[in-house]
């Protein structure tokens, strides 16, 4: 899949899928939502704004009120590509989504996600 089709992607579809990624492995949304918000600075009725309005990746993340600057440390392999490494600033924040979400899948607590 080309980065293209990627950014072009709606959100609203994305997101049930990370929600369903991460409660087969019995996390919540609520730790989803949590997560979301840390690395884009977006509340909850922010968020489910940008759902309601059917925004794609691009957007959602080009108008996240804030990436949290702790986004940074987010490193390791998801998709088969070294997140730390990825030069395309818009496909890393998807990918950094990505990693937290697998991370929050694979038990990780919390804290340890957030970067606190």
């Not at 998709?79 to 998807?94: A, N, T």
Request: hydrophobic share 40%.
């Amino acid at each position: 899949m080309t980065n293209e089709r990627v950014y072009r992607m709606a959100f609203s579809r994305v997101y049930p899928l990370l929600v369903q990624k991460a409660e087969r492995k019995g996390r919540t949304k609520l730790e989803v939502d949590a997560v979301i918000c840390w690395l884009t600075g977006y509340d909850d009725s922010g968020s489910q704004a940008q759902i309601v309005k059917n925004i794609d990746y691009e957007t959602f993340f080009s108008e996240a009120p804030q990436i949290n600057p702790n986004a940074a440390k987010i490193s390791g392999v998801i998709c088969g590509h070294r997140v730390e490494e990825i030069e395309d600033p818009l496909m890393q924040k998807i990918r950094w989504l990505d990693k937290l979400v697998d991370e929050l899948a694979k038990g990780k607590p919390m804290e340890k996600i957030l970067r606190c």
